[in-house]
DNA sequence: AGTCGTTACATATTATAGTTGATAAACTTG
DNA sequence: CAAGTTTATCAACTATAATATGTAACGACT
């Protein structure tokens, strides 16, 4: 399950069905263009804070952006997370 | 329409519904106890591939961790996004 | 073919998400 | 009440999300 595209299918689709370009978006959300192409090509993994914003400017529920939308999920696993960083204190 | 809060409290009600500790989650998410902490109380704007995971882990679907929740909204903001970073290029 | 509108691609930078270890504070239990 | 358990808090670090800018590629239309 890849959340990055399933949130960018369910954006790509809300967007076009209320006919607005990306530009468009871009504009009334805030976020650039191209960081909204990327999102839609689940070429980003959004903050909960970002999926939330752009929900608002396409004037639609933040929880319509991660619902399930029925399609076929690919063999490939789940992006994961960030790997080990800092040990978060000098010793 | 603070989203931290919100996904904070779903996560807080859905972890104490099953009994379970932040510790034991953050055994079966692999994030740290700290930080399941801070994101349950709201100080944390976790992605959405942290908000799949964390779900996973708690086995409920993704979707239950962003619901509306049926709490008052308080009258404070939601928290924004991130603010201007760098040109992007050397110029 | 040329033009225009739209989307995709590239790059460097900054802000912040997520990690880690330590430990204080709060809570629960016997 | 003391001890054990759980949660909250702090701080420093690394990885990455988001920004800004430029522009290539694509599709539609004339």
Redesign the pocket.
Known sequence: MDMRKLVGRNLARLR?AQKL???ELAMRS??????L??V??GL????I??LYEIALALSVSHVALVEPDGMAEETAPQPK??????????K
């Open positions: 076009q370009t990306q530009e805030g976020f650039s263009q191209q960081y192409s990327d839609e090509r980003k993994n959004p903050t804070i970002t997370r960030r790997r080990a960083a800092g040990t978060g204190r000098i």
